[in-house]
């Protein structure tokens, strides 16, 4: 079974500073991977995804991702983190072709302070 | 273009009672599908319709079901509803093909409490 995992459940970086969001997959099949981001009292908003072709994905907001096989890695990061990059963030895998079914990490909350 | 749309927004309900909760999905999308959102487990995958069809189905109990009519709208439904039942039920909806990698546009959720 497919399964993701977030490391560190709650990250504090300082405005301006590198942001890394860390997540690691296990799939049996090339996978479909997703960062997506909650804000309070919201749902889910795609910041970026990964099926196939480049491993370096630039999303919105200034985000990207690489994913890396070798490591089953797709670490989200962001050069210089802004106050309004507060909010939880989650890393998905989906096991099917549609990209739906999403299974989700527990979720990283970012803190960013000024 | 109208994003997903759910209804209500806020749920208060008592044990052993069952609910609806309905979804609207954007124009021209397919698929809808239902996660459960919580504290301790997190986001977890209910089920996908697509085109009135049950197509994926996560772990459950069949207390949880739903379904999807001709316009794409989609209900799920709970019933006898447990403490442990209170969260957050997110719906999403994508077009559905089987192309790789669909793009899933969440709705902001109806917040059910079970007292």
């Known amino acids: 079974a497919q399964s993701v995992t977030q490391l560190g459940s709650h990250v504090s970086v300082s405005e301006g500073a590198l942001v890394l969001l860390r997540c690691n997959y296990s799939?049996?099949?090339?996978?479909?991977l997703f960062w997506y981001v909650q804000y309070p009292n919201q749902g889910l908003q795609l910041l970026l995804k990964?099926?196939?072709?480049?491993?370096l994905v630039k999303g919105i907001n200034g985000f990207e991702a690489e994913f890396k096989k070798s490591e089953t890695s797709f670490h989200l990061t962001k050069p210089s983190a802004h106050m309004s990059d507060a909010a939880e963030y989650f890393c998905?895998?989906?096991?099917?072709?549609?990209?739906?079914?999403?299974?989700f990490g527990k979720g990283t909350t970012l803190s960013v302070s000024s | 273009k109208a994003g997903v749309t759910q209804t209500p927004r806020y749920l208060i309900k008592t044990r052993g009672q069952q609910v609806t909760l309905s979804c609207s999905p954007i124009?021209?999308?397919?698929?809808v599908s239902w996660y459960q959102q919580t504290p301790g487990q997190g986001l977890q995958f209910l089920f996908e319709?697509?085109?009135?069809?049950?197509?994926n189905k996560g772990n459950f109990p069949g207390r949880f079901s739903g379904r999807q009519f001709s316009n794409s709208r989609s209900e799920m439904n709970v019933s006898t509803l447990e403490l442990g039942d209170s969260a957050l039920y997110l719906c999403?909806?994508?077009?559905?093909?089987?192309?790789?990698?669909?793009?899933?546009?969440f709705g902001a959720g109806t917040r059910l409490s079970v007292l």
């Open positions: 124009s021209g999308h397919r698929s």
């Open positions: 998905a895998v989906s096991p099917n072709q549609a990209g739906t079914a999403l299974i």
């Open positions: 319709y697509f085109s009135e069809t049950q197509r």
């Open positions: 799939s049996s099949v090339p996978p479909y």
């Open positions: 990964y099926t196939t072709g480049a491993t």
């Open positions: 999403a909806s994508c077009r559905g093909g089987e192309d790789g990698g669909n793009i899933q546009y």
